[in-house]
C-alpha cells in the first residue's frame, strides 16, 4: 500500500517562502513521477509541478515558474517543494502524488496515489 504525508504548510506572509515536504512509503520510490497539486476554496485541482523518477526532468505550472522549485530525495523516498514570493493567490491545500509512470505529466489524473493535503495561506 502506498502512502503519502505531507508537511510544511502553514501560514506566511506575501513575500514569504515555504518549504513543503511528501514522505512516500509503499512500493519503491524512486521509478515513479511524483508531484505536487492544489486546490484552493471553490476550485478545481489544479497542476503546480512534477519532476521525473531520477529528478533529470522537472515541470512546472506557469503560476509556479521562477518562484517554485520541486525537488526529491530518492534515499529518503520524499520530494519537496521550495515556495519563494508566496503570493495571496498560492493559497491553496497543497497536495502530494505519485505517477504511474516515470515521466513527468501535468494532469491530476495521470497520478495514481495521494496525500491528505496541506494547507498553504499567504496573506497580504
Known amino acids: 500500500q502506498v502512502q503519502l504525508v505531507e508537511s510544511g504548510g502553514g501560514l506566511v506572509q506575501a513575500g514569504g517562502s515555504l518549504t513543503l515536504s511528501c514522505v512516500v512509503s509503499g512500493r519503491t520510490f524512486s521509478n515513479y513521477v511524483m508531484g505536487w497539486f492544489r486546490q484552493a476554496p471553490g476550485k478545481e485541482r489544479e497542476f503546480v509541478a512534477t519532476?521525473?523518477?531520477?529528478?533529470?526532468?522537472?515541470l512546472y505550472a506557469d503560476s509556479a515558474k521562477g518562484r517554485f522549485t520541486i525537488s526529491r530525495d530518492n534515499a529518503k523516498s520524499t520530494v519537496y517543494l521550495q515556495m519563494d514570493n508566496l503570493k495571496p493567490e498560492d493559497t491553496a491545500v497543497y497536495y502530494c502524488?505519485?505517477?504511474?509512470?516515470?515521466?513527468?505529466?501535468?494532469?491530476?489524473?495521470?497520478?495514481?496515489?495521494w496525500g491528505k493535503g496541506t494547507l498553504v495561506t499567504v496573506s497580504s
Open positions: 502524488a505519485r505517477g504511474n509512470t516515470a515521466i513527468v505529466v501535468s494532469s491530476v489524473r495521470a497520478m495514481a496515489y
Open positions: 519532476i521525473s523518477w531520477n529528478g533529470g526532468s522537472r
